[in-house]
């Protein structure tokens, strides 16, 4: 007899690069983000948890810092081949990316090109998307610098009535589901609900 498939939740994260968030900010996000994902293990209690990132420098990276932390799979989406890709960041930024992927469960490329780099950011945006039951948006509410960016990202969840808990990236403001002030209850339920949909 076979064994009952494990249920899971999978988590994408959306948001800015260093040069939006702001270096006081940054330490509550970091906060945020640990307490998101310790809450989200203590909700679980055997639910299988996984975050898909584009492992970005910046928020991306944030979250699988805390993500991992917690006891949770990673998997990568990047949007060029990893060599390529790591051109984007700093030199600590790319020291950081390796060690993601090194520790990422999966490491998926899709292959983009320096052509249309607008497109290559916004087809990995789609592909966290696609792959999550919930996003995590680290994001300052403002415009998107480019197509595929923060704001269109978290539009698109919203479009497909996907919860979205967002992190204020200006540390202003606090943490919400889907406009509502974010509570352990809160998490326990759509952590619950969310698994049990994908069981």
Known sequence: MQDKP???LVLGVTGH???R??????GFVEQQLAELFAGVARAADGIAVTLVSALAE??????ARAALAAGSRLDAVLPFPAR???KDFSVEGARAFDGFCTKAALVL???????DEEKAYEDVGLAVLDRS????AIWDGGASAGRGGTTEIVAEAARRAMPIIRIDAKGETPTTLSGAPLTDGM????VRTLAQNRA
């Open 84 to 86: 390529e890709y790591k």
């Open 21 to 26: 968030l702001p270096e006081h900010a940054r």
């Open 187 to 190: 998490v326990l339920e759509i």
């Open 109 to 115: 490329e899709l292959g983009g090109t320096r052509t």
């Open 58 to 63: 910046g928020a991306d990276m944030m979250a």
């Open 17 to 19: 690069r260093p040069n």
């Open 6 to 8: 494990r249920r899971q």
């Open 133 to 136: 039951d919930m996003l995590v």
